[in-house]
């Protein structure tokens, strides 16, 4: 029951942030983009699935300009997580 439950978070998250023009992660914008790509890494979804790839890069972006110390700290965990040595200097 454990693992059917995680499948379907997986793909829920995967559908709700799969890459597409326009892309909007949701209200709570970079938090929201951060818990669902932690929740994929987590899950054991892989580095370079397309919807984590995805985030990663909406991620890096917004991070650089966003001033919620909330979404900010998910930021982090989130990098640090999918662990990309190119993010360390960002992390840092």
Do not use: C, M, W
């Amino acid at each position: 029951k454990v693992n059917e439950a995680i499948r379907k978070g997986v793909e829920f998250l995967k559908a709700t942030h799969a890459p597409k023009p326009g892309y909007s992660p949701g209200t709570h914008g970079l938090g929201q983009a951060a818990l669902a790509g932690t929740a994929l890494v987590e899950a054991k979804v892989p580095a370079n699935d397309p919807v984590l790839l995805h985030l990663a890069a909406y991620i890096r972006t917004a991070a650089l300009t966003e001033t919620n110390t909330y979404n900010l700290a998910l930021a982090l965990i989130f990098l640090d997580r999918l662990g990309d040595p190119r993010d360390v200097p960002l992390v840092q």
